[in-house]
């Protein structure tokens, strides 16, 4: 090639690189997402939001940054929000935390777990912040965690589950053989069994948190095996979602409403409403009333969790029954952990007359009766 | 029976836009250039296909719209790496991050929107084998494009005169530059090419898996691709065995414990892995002569 068209392709290349970056730059400016929608100068109450991902996964990141715009409707006079994506669970977190703070902010929410170890650094370096740590443990006066009772929804479909299957068998996808997950699917088999108990539950770990193609697979090889509801219990269970209404079985949402990945499939589904327990936190913070070292905790009674709509395919009496079983919950007369509980190995976890509590479900690292 | 059928369908289809991405990276390395762009160029060709999906509603054109993307970040690494000289293996990785980006930034207002699936193709007369016939041989028509492509593919490199000169390029710029091999352009037009491969993978994965865009979605294949390069021997025909067999591997992990055979998830999702391991070393003792394109050999020291 000669020096002539080589320059010119080079010039080329130049003007097309800085043309991508503008065309970028005026999509950008969608919300106050990011450091600069903050501001040391802002009069309201700034607040920053760390999600691990992108919030554009139509999962758990997807239904903290809904919290997040409830929160924004509900408080826009006094407080101002912006979410940081995709930030790692690691010293990186910190570095984060510490530039969010120099522009000015003064509450920190860190949605994910593995956030906790960067809260608490940073939390002791700033006590005139405030911050909020995700299924937490570790607290101190200006850090308090938070999580919510989603086994309760997971409970209400398994009703659904156990009524609906005909061959007696669930299929669930899991992202990894870890206590969130444990104490999700477990609720979800022990709500099926309660109402059905010749029901049994195949779990498959896949070991990622976000693979719809590979969870859509693991879903496939459930239905090969006869499983005819399915449930992701995973960031995104899009690719569930996908697998189930592509072989004709039920399925069972989870994160965020997934009947527009499902439409003829899809009975109902979890919910979570960070929402909610994001305004009832900030809004004791604006008065004052807030103390850190405590764990913020709800459930269905609370509205923090909640449920999508039934589909069609639900027979008016399975929703009158979850909604039977939805009340005696908030109204406490109902526990998804009440025992005799047993777990896959024959061994008893929880004796009869006893109701774990919300600290020791969040600690559950076995797997019910009736799951393999 | 009936389960070993639907099981190979679904090595099938999933190792599907991992043959894409093989073959794309055989024509590249074929040609003296290795691309580790592959992955970003799956994600743009993806989010690509996924816009154009919606905006018209045509399955043909997305999928041309994905090669293109996909094209495009490849011309831009042959533009750098063949013009500009810049660094192969860092050109490859930058484009990484600048596809993957770029696609997750533009894909942001359509994030979770459904599409439509990709029509399947019976094929009649084939699918009269019983068991195996329906679970095989109903899949979507890229699955069948990507085995054309493959066929296609080997006989260009091994049979055509077009084929001798991308060979030459890559085993020796110098000598076929002095013969008066273009080898500038066949580089141009192999590396554009084969990332409008990875761009037809990433169209795979969302029309046909996942029917939805979401950031991330290509989770590593076009990595494992660029490593099952080496396994195929740069060979398009190996690249049809390579891709399925991983994707076997990974159905039959995935089928095992769904029939609840007790291995720990952990031991058993490394299998693929395991066994592609096992195949290279199997492949370096049976034959000492390595199949990898001079140039790429060069390159990588």
């Known amino acids: 090639m000669k020096a002539s068209t080589r320059r010119l392709m080079l010039i080329l290349l130049g003007s097309l690189l800085p043309l991508v970056a503008c065309f970028g730059c005026n999509r950008g400016s969608e919300g106050p997402t990011g450091f600069s929608g903050f501001s040391p100068s802002e009069k309201r109450t700034q607040i920053a939001f760390l999600v691990n991902g992108p919030v554009s996964d139509w999962g758990y990141n997807y239904s903290q940054n809904e919290g997040r715009l409830f929160v924004d409707q509900a408080l826009g006079k006094e407080v101002r929000t912006g979410v940081l994506e995709n930030i790692p669970e690691t010293s990186e977190a910190e570095r984060v935390m510490e530039r969010a703070i120099e522009a000015g902010v003064k509450v920190v929410i860190a949605t994910s777990f593995g956030y906790q170890d960067a809260t608490i650094a940073v939390a002791g370096r700033h006590p005139d912040v405030r911050f909020l740590q995700a299924w937490g443990f570790k607290r101190s006066p200006n850090v308090g965690s938070y999580s919510v009772k989603m086994y309760e929804v997971w409970y209400l479909m398994g009703i659904v589950a156990g009524r609906m299957t005909k061959t007696n068998k669930l299929g669930i996808v899991a992202a990894h053989p870890i206590p969130p997950m444990k104490w999700q699917l477990n609720a979800y088999v022990l709500g099926a069994r309660s109402v059905n108990p010749k029901v049994t539950a195949t779990v498959t770990f896949i070991n990622h948190w976000f693979d719809p193609v590979l969870a859509g697979q693991a879903t496939e090889a459930l239905i090969n095996q006869g499983h005819d509801v399915v449930c992701g219990v995973l960031d995104s269970s899009v690719g569930v979602a996908q697998a189930a209404e592509k072989r004709g079985v039920w399925l069972i949402g989870h994160n965020a409403d997934l009947s527009g990945f499902a439409p003829a499939r899809c009975l109902t589904g979890t919910r979570w409403l960070w929402g909610k327990l994001y305004y009832d936190q900030i809004r004791l913070m604006l008065q004052g009333k807030w103390k850190g070292g405590e764990d913020a905790t709800g459930g269905l009674k609370e509205g923090y969790v909640g449920m999508t709509g039934f589909s069609a395919a639900v027979p008016g009496e399975v929703q009158r029954e979850v909604q039977t079983a939805r009340q005696k919950i908030i109204d406490g007369k109902l526990a998804a952990y009440a025992g005799p509980i047993s777990d896959n190995t024959g061994k008893e976890r929880v004796p009869a007359g006893k109701t774990l509590s919300h600290e020791e479900i969040m600690g559950i690292d076995w797997l019910v009766e009736g799951v393999r | ?301």
């Not at chain 2, 989770?219 to 390069?229: D, E, P, S, T, Y």
Request: include cysteine; glycine fraction near 12%.
């Open chain 2, 1 to 301: 029976m009936e389960l070993t059928g639907l099981i190979l369908g679904s090595a099938i289809a999933a190792g599907t836009p991992v043959l894409l991405a093989i073959l794309g990276e055989i024509l590249a390395q074929r040609s003296g250039i290795v691309n580790l762009g592959l992955e970003g160029a799956m994600a743009l060709g993806a989010m690509t296909t996924a816009w154009v999906q919606l905006a018209t509603g045509s399955t043909v054109l997305a999928l041309i719209a994905g090669s293109i993307a996909g094209a495009l970040l490849g011309l831009t690494h042959a533009t750098l790496t063949v013009v500009a000289r810049i660094q192969v293996l860092a050109s490859g990785l930058c484009l990484f991050f600048v596809g993957k980006g770029l696609a997750g930034f533009w894909g942001a207002p359509i994030v979770g929107r459904p599409l439509p699936g990709l029509p399947s193709l019976r094929l009649t007369v084939l699918n009269e084998i019983p068991f195996l016939g329906p679970a095989i041989l109903s899949q979507d028509i890229v699955v069948y494009l990507a085995i054309a492509i493959a066929a296609v593919m080997w006989w260009v490199l091994f049979r055509t005169n077009l084929g001798l000169l991308i060979q030459a390029s890559g085993e020796n710029a110098e000598v076929a530059r002095a013969e008066g091999v273009p080898v500038v352009r066949i580089r141009l037009l192999c590396v554009t090419v084969g990332a409008s491969l990875a761009g037809l993978a990433g169209a795979h994965i969302v029309l046909g898996f996942s029917h939805t865009w979401l950031d991330g979605i290509i989770a590593g294949r076009g990595w494992v691709a660029i490593g099952l390069v080496i396994l195929a021997r740069w060979n398009p025909i190996y690249a049809l065995p390579c891709a399925y067999v991983f994707g076997g591997l990974i159905a039959i992990q995935l089928n095992a414990q769904a029939a609840g055979i007790s291995i720990s998830p952990y031991l058993l999702s490394m299998l693929p892995y395991i066994v592609t391991i096992a195949a290279l070393t199997a492949a370096h003792l049976w034959s000492k002569r390595t199949a990898m394109p001079a140039e790429v050999a060069n390159a990588e020291q």
